[in-house]
C-alpha cells in the first residue's frame, strides 16, 4: 500500500511538471505570437498601410468621400422600387472605385458606378475600358446594350443583356440623371 501511494505520487508530480511545462509552453508561445502581431500592426502604422487598408475598407463598403455618392444611388434605386443586390467593389491602380450591383438580383441587369480621382482620369479609364470617354453612350451588341453617363470624374453604367433589355432602362436613366445632376 505504501509503495502505491508512493507510485502515484511520483505520477502526480510528473504530470503535475509535464502540464507545468506545457502552460509555460503555451505563455511563451502565445507571448512571442501577439508581440509578432503587436510588431506587425506597428510597421503598418509607420508606412501608411494600416491608413490605406483602412481607406479601402471605407470606400468599398461606400463610406467616405463617396458615401454620399453610393448612398444617393441606392435611395434612388429604392424609391424606384429597385434593390441593389451583390455590391462588390474593386479599387483601381490610379485612386478610382468601382461598384457593382445587381437589379433585384438578376445578372441580366448590371449596374457600375465608376468614380475615378478626375475627369480626365475617367475619360481615359472609361475610353480603355468601354472604347468610349464620351458622357453619354450607348453600345449596343447581340448579347445585350450598354448605357454610359458621366459627369466630372463619376461614370455610371447600366449592362442590359437577354430578351429584357428594356425592363429597368427608364427607371435607371432617371436615377442616373438624378444622380449625376447632384454632382458639382
Not at 457593382?100 to 458606378?113: A, E, F, Q, T
Not at 480621382?117 to 453619354?136: I, P, V
Amino acid at each position: 500500500m505504501w509503495f502505491a501511494r508512493k507510485g502515484r505520487s511520483l505520477v502526480g508530480k510528473t504530470m503535475k511538471s509535464v502540464l507545468v511545462s506545457g502552460v509555460l509552453i503555451t505563455s511563451v508561445w502565445s507571448l512571442v505570437a501577439c508581440s509578432a502581431s503587436s510588431i506587425e500592426q506597428e510597421r503598418k502604422v509607420y508606412t501608411r498601410e494600416a491608413t490605406d487598408e483602412g481607406n479601402v475598407r471605407a470606400q468599398s463598403q461606400g463610406h467616405g468621400l463617396n458615401g454620399e455618392l453610393v448612398s444617393e444611388i441606392s435611395k434612388s434605386f429604392e424609391a424606384k422600387g429597385i434593390q441593389l443586390m451583390n455590391n462588390m467593389s474593386a479599387v483601381d491602380d490610379h485612386g478610382g472605385i468601382s461598384y457593382m450591383y445587381l437589379l433585384n438580383g438578376s445578372g441580366r441587369h448590371i449596374v457600375k458606378v465608376h468614380i475615378f480621382s478626375d475627369a480626365t482620369t475617367r475619360a481615359a479609364s472609361m475610353k480603355e475600358m468601354y472604347s468610349e470617354n464620351r458622357d453619354e453612350a450607348v453600345l449596343e451588341n447581340a448579347l445585350g446594350r450598354t448605357t454610359i453617363r458621366s459627369k466630372g470624374y463619376v461614370s455610371l453604367v447600366y449592362t442590359a443583356s437577354g430578351g429584357e433589355k428594356d425592363k429597368y432602362e427608364q427607371d435607371v436613366m432617371q436615377v442616373f440623371q438624378h444622380v449625376l445632376g447632384q454632382l458639382r
